[in-house]
């Protein structure tokens, strides 16, 4: 069992629904939780940052953590044709390096006109 | 501003030749990394700089060598290329925390 478990997808939605991206842990250590969007050939970008649990939010994006149930989530509301990328989420135990960060392998979302 | 940037973008090799991945920063970033991406298995860590003057192993390091030539420079070299190595590599940046900085990758195959 990988530590980190992410459907791989492909995720379809109209343009304007809004998303959910889970990835679930095994590592109750865990104690900061990201999320990366990668576009076609190219290389990921940090998209989120979240300390423990709890929620954050960046314009149409909400990062929610529940580490009672090893669980993280990204939603995107009114999802648009650009938002269409792969979403890898990413965690560690806050060691100050990225040496020990756990990734999963990533979701693939279509966002459709 | 740059960030991140690889060379080369694209590189096709034979079995059992010779190169070398360049990574560049110019964020002022003390560590350095170098990542393989694969189908399935997600982002892998090949090795790491956490400063200038070190260099550490990753999780899958077999068959790889790095060096940190400055602050700014951080490369990967594959003495004895094999097939197993066709993938996509990304290098990245982080200042002090585990905030990763990702070039656009460079497309290995290995034939």
């Known amino acids: 069992q990988k530590e980190v478990e992410q459907d791989p997808g492909p995720l379809s939605v109209p343009e304007g629904a809004i998303v959910s991206l889970n990835c679930t842990y095994s590592n109750s250590a865990f104690q900061y939780f990201m999320w990366y969007r990668q576009y076609s050939r190219k290389g990921p970008e940090l998209l989120m940052y979240?300390?423990?649990?709890g929620n954050k939010e960046d314009g149409r994006f909400t990062a929610q953590v529940d580490k009672s149930s090893k669980y993280i989530s990204l939603f995107i509301r009114d999802s648009q044709p650009s938002d269409s990328a792969t979403y890898l989420c990413a965690m560690s135990y806050g060691t100050g390096t990225a040496s020990k960060l756990t990734f999963g392998t990533g979701t693939r979302l279509q966002v459709t006109l | 501003n740059a960030g991140v940037t690889q060379t080369p973008k694209f590189q096709v090799l034979k079995t059992g030749q010779s190169m070398t991945l360049q990574c560049a920063q110019d964020m002022n970033h003390n560590s350095m990394y170098w990542y393989r991406q694969d189908p399935g298995m997600g982002l892998r860590l090949i090795y790491y700089?956490?400063?200038?003057?070190?260099?550490d192993k990753g999780e899958v390091p077999n068959g790889y060598n790095v060096s940190r030539l400055n602050k700014r420079e951080f490369s990967l070299r594959l003495e004895s290329a094999a097939p197993s190595q066709t993938s996509v590599y990304f290098c990245a940046s982080s200042p002090t925390d585990e905030k990763l900085f990702f070039g656009s990758g460079t497309q290995l195959s290995v034939l």
């Open positions: 979240t300390y423990s649990s």
């Open positions: 700089s956490a400063s200038e003057g070190t260099t």
